[in-house]
């Protein structure tokens, strides 16, 4: 019986993130650390996550140049960390995938999964067809009416989706409703947290996983160009495509920056930016920056982007930004909006609304003078169609 | 030690903060020792549909905590209270303001769903030594030697205290807080046979326990049953305090 977590529970200087699960979860966290930490030692896993990396999500993906929208912005050079391409077209696939193997190690007969976007969902359903396991992928009404397609390629690989009817529907209240049901069921089933948030180990879980991404791009900058980049962006919802991306480059001199978003406006309810508008809190199991109202009640968000509403940022990414290491900055929607098409225009490249929001901050980066940029383009857009359909009157 | 016969749930602020006084005097006349009273949170994550409605009606109709915990002060015709609430809502008020909130109310003890041993030991100590400790939670995943260090943890004050500040919490199955299906009362019996090998102090069973008989079983198992989301939801449709609590005491 594991009766202590032995990986550090906290980040940073201020002490985020931690364990504050209730007491029914906390055995099945300390087995799942045990289980991680026995995993990452074991080279059988270790092969089987590479093989299943390349040749079922297709690693690792490009660092595409994409020479006429870094001259049209007045950048020297801007490089695409193409997450898009991955099977089920988002970063989402790196970690769902992993923990799926994991599951499959420690016993467990079904995967419970939250979902805002759907694209952590679709990524769930997908390997657990591929693994043969259950799936059940939690999901609010308000971003299964935005995100359809999603939907019905989750229930095409065999998933049960449940509609989440509370709050807003959105991501907040789908992972509230994964904790529930995982509370009823973690004898058997394994909760795959699709980002770098929730509970300890689930931060270093997905973190660990989503690293791929930054080592690849770390190291196909170095051979493709002449040197590292200047600037290193990537969008933020929970975090796990932020840390993923960039931390990697933590102990390299250039500048690492994460952005969330703004949404329609600065007030409270009106966004989703919480470096500025949110304060030290605890949500869904962890320390972190939460938008709040000053009752502790989580507040409202709200943002174009199904994947980047989440009230809090992740404890990891949220220390690296106390701390200094990475910069936090905010896209509001129509700015998003506009730089997907711009994009999609100059490169032949359909962007998701979450990595439309890294985009839409590049004309700031060159304005300061920055020349050299690579960016997570964290998903395809082909979710968001709709979307840009009514929103960009195409 | 003769046996607390129910410990019942109720959720500030809901229907109203206007009505609590009158609830916990109606409980306390008719021999209730110790209740439980939530402190409506936005993302419940421990709690079923019933205390999750019951608490977005409470904070859609202003029941901040502070207002909560100001509606008790003075209260002296009441059961001794254990607040059952979330830990960031306690967090955002800070431990000062709390303490000086608690002073004057009938609260006893806190049970701090998502609030394990260790997380916040300077705030648990301190709450502590002002008179309020931490109620231990076990759960049907808790192994026997995890609940003797949670129970040691949080340790009882012994036979002089009340109830309320001496339970543990015994989880009686996975899941959430509510009724649901009706609960298999048969690993519960070997459960509490295992915790009364490890401790002697009170011990209380929730989640899923709503009818006469389930509640007589626990008592007839040497423990005390806690009502809920079942009388949240009989008050909800109109019932009286008096009627449902008297209901589901023994006669």
């Known amino acids: 019986m594991n009766d202590a977590f032995t990986l550090p529970t906290r980040f940073g200087t201020q002490g985020l993130g931690g364990c504050y699960a209730p007491e029914t979860l906390m055995q099945p966290l300390l087995d799942l650390e045990a289980a991680f930490r026995a995993a990452l030692e074991d080279p059988g896993f270790q092969a089987e996550l590479k093989g299943e990396l390349r040749h079922f999500v297709g690693r690792p993906t490009p660092l595409t140049p994409a020479p006429r929208l870094a001259a049209k912005l007045g950048l020297k050079a801007l490089l695409l960390k193409r997450e898009d391409l991955t099977h089920t077209g988002a970063h989402k696939i790196n970690n769902a995938l992993a923990q799926a193997i994991l599951a499959r190690r420690m016993g467990k007969t079904e995967i419970i999964a939250e979902t805002g976007a759907g694209q952590h969902g679709v990524a769930a359903a997908a ?40 709050g807003q529907g959105t991501l907040k209240e789908a992972v509230n409703e994964a904790l529930r049901a995982w509370a009823g069921r973690c004898t058997e089933a394994h909760y ?60 390299d001199p250039l500048r690492r920056l994460a952005v969330e978003a703004g949404g329609h406006g600065p007030a409270l309810g009106e966004h989703a930016a919480r470096l500025d508008g949110g304060r030290m809190g605890v949500l869904h199991g962890c320390k972190t920056l939460l938008l709040q109202d000053e009752h502790g009640h989580t507040a409202e968000t709200a943002s174009v982007s199904a994947g980047l509403d989440y009230p809090a940022l992740g404890p990891e990414l949220a220390a690296l930004v106390l701390d200094g290491q990475v910069e936090v900055r905010r896209a509001s929607d129509d700015e998003a909006l506009a730089a997907a098409r711009l994009l999609c225009q100059m490169e032949g490249i359909l962007p998701a609304l979450e990595s439309s929001h890294a985009l839409a901050l590049l004309p700031s980066l060159a304005a300061e003078g920055v020349a050299t940029v690579l960016l997570g383009l964290s998903g395809r857009g082909d979710k968001d169609l709709s979307t840009y359909q009514s929103r960009l009157e195409i | 030690m003769s046996l607390n016969p129910l410990l019942p749930f109720l959720m500030a602020g809901d229907p109203s903060l206007e009505v609590l006084p009158g609830y916990l005097s109606e409980a306390r006349a008719l021999g209730i020792e110790a209740l439980e009273l939530g402190l409506p949170h936005s993302d419940p994550i421990a709690d079923g549909p019933v205390l999750q409605a019951a608490a977005h009606r409470a904070i859609a109709r202003g029941a901040t905590p502070r207002r909560i915990l100001e509606s008790l002060a003075g209260i002296t015709a009441s059961p001794d209270l254990i607040l059952f609430t979330y830990l960031n809502p306690l967090l955002q008020l800070g431990l000062e303001p709390l303490l000086r909130l608690l002073e004057p109310t009938p609260v006893r003890a806190l049970l701090v769903v998502d609030l394990p041993e260790g997380e916040e030991p300077a705030f648990e100590t301190a709450l502590r030594a002002a008179g309020y400790p931490l109620v231990p939670l076990l759960a049907p995943t808790t192994g026997l030697a995890r609940a003797q260090r949670l129970l040691e943890a949080r340790p009882d004050p012994g036979p002089a205290a009340p109830f309320a500040q001496r339970f543990a919490y015994v989880v009686a199955r996975l899941g959430v807080t509510g009724a649901g299906q009706a609960t298999d009362l048969g690993p519960l019996t070997a459960r509490l046979r295992d915790l009364r090998g490890i401790t002697a102090r009170p011990l209380a069973v929730g989640f899923g326990l709503s009818d006469p008989v389930s509640l007589q079983t626990v008592r007839d198992l040497g423990a005390t049953p806690i009502i809920g989301s079942a009388l949240v939801a009989e008050l909800t449709s109109g019932s009286l305090i008096r009627t449902s609590l008297g209901a589901r005491l023994p006669r």
Do not use: K
């Open chain 1, 127 to 166: 390997a657990c067809a591929r693994l043969g396991l259950r799936c059940t992928v939690y999901m609010g009404v308000t971003d299964m009416a935005r995100q359809a397609p999603n939907v019905a390629r989750m229930r095409l690989f065999g998933a049960t989706v449940v509609p989440v009817e509370a």
């Open chain 1, 192 to 251: 795959i947290l699709g980002s770098a948030l929730g509970p300890h180990p689930f931060p270093t879980l997905v973190r660990t996983f989503q690293t791929v991404i930054g080592e690849e791009a770390r190291a196909q900058a170095l051979e493709q160009t002449s040197g590292l980049p200047e600037a290193v962006i990537a969008c933020a919802g929970g975090g796990s495509n932020g840390l993923g991306l960039l931390v990697p480059f933590l102990g």
